[in-house]
C-alpha cells in the first residue's frame, strides 16, 4: 500500500540557509501534519493543514512556512537556519481531521 | 499545553516475556494511538483507540483507552527480538470520536524497550 513519502531523506544545510521539504500524503487523504523531532526526543507537533487550509499550529518558529497544495502534497519552507534546526521531519497523513494518521519516513536535516 | 507522562521510561526483558507500558495525562484526549519507532524511521501505527473504555488488540498487542479518556495501556505478549524499538503513546485532542479538526498529537517521552537474549 502507498504511503506517506518524504523528500529529500536527506539535506544538509548551512547556517542561515533555506531549506524546502516536501511531503506527498497517501492517496486520498486531505490532512497533512508537519512533526520535528530532535535526537532522542518524540516528535513535536508543527503544524497542520485540512483541504489546504490551515487547521492547527504547534511550536513552529516563526522562520518556517508550510502550505497545502491542491493536489493535497505540502512542503515546509525553513529559513535563517540554526544549528537547532537540525532534526528529523515527519509529514503524516490522515483521510479527514481525526482519522487514524499515518507517518512518513522522515527527512533529515543536518545544519552545519 | 498537554502534557502526556509515559512510563517505563525503558525495559529490559527476556524474549518471551510480557511487556506493560502506560500513558498518563492531565487533560482529556479524545483519540489516543500508539506508535513503534526504529532509529532514523518513522513512527508506524500499532493500534488506534477512539472511544472510551475502548479495548483493541493487534496480534499480540493489546492496548485500552482509558474510562477517564486521561490514560492508556499497551500490553505486548510474549516478546520477540523484532520487538525492540521506541513506542511512543500520542493523544489527540479533537479526533474522529468528536468531529474536529485536524489537532496535532501530542506524544509522550517514549518507552525503550530492549530485549535480552
Known amino acids: 500500500a502507498a504511503g506517506v513519502i518524504q523528500s529529500p531523506r536527506h539535506l544538509i544545510k548551512e547556517k542561515r540557509e533555506t531549506a524546502t521539504l516536501k511531503c506527498y500524503p497517501i492517496p486520498r487523504h486531505d490532512t497533512v501534519y508537519w512533526y520535528q523531532q530532535g535526537p532522542g526526543q518524540d516528535p513535536q507537533f508543527l503544524i497542520s493543514f485540512y483541504e489546504k487550509m490551515q487547521s492547527d499550529k504547534g511550536s513552529i518558529p516563526d522562520r518556517f512556512s508550510a502550505q497545502q497544495f491542491s493536489d493535497y502534497h505540502s512542503e515546509l519552507n525553513m529559513s535563517s537556519l540554526e544549528l537547532g534546526d537540525s532534526a528529523l521531519y515527519f509529514c503524516?497523513?490522515?483521510?479527514?481531521?481525526?482519522?487514524?494518521?499515518?507517518f512518513g519516513e522522515g527527512s533529515w536535516l543536518t545544519v552545519v | 499545553g498537554q502534557q502526556l507522562n509515559q512510563s517505563p521510561q525503558s525495559m529490559f526483558i527476556q524474549e518471551g516475556e510480557d511487556v506493560s507500558m502506560n500513558c498518563t495525562s492531565s487533560?482529556?484526549?479524545?483519540?489516543w494511538l500508539w506508535y513503534k519507532q526504529d532509529p532514523g524511521e518513522g513512527p508506524v501505527l500499532l493500534i488506534a483507540l477512539y472511544k472510551a473504555g475502548e479495548l483493541t488488540s493487534n496480534g499480540r498487542l493489546t492496548a485500552q483507552f482509558g474510562i477517564t479518556r486521561k490514560d492508556s495501556f499497551l500490553n505486548i505478549s510474549a516478546s520477540i527480538p523484532s520487538d525492540v524499538g521506541i513506542y511512543f503513546c500520542a493523544g489527540q485532542l479533537e479526533g474522529r470520536s468528536s468531529g474536529g479538526g485536524a489537532d496535532g498529537l501530542t506524544f509522550g517521552k517514549g518507552t525503550h524497550l530492549i530485549i535480552q537474549p
Open positions: 503524516a497523513s490522515s483521510r479527514d481531521p481525526g482519522n487514524t494518521i499515518y
Open positions: 487533560s482529556i484526549f479524545n483519540t
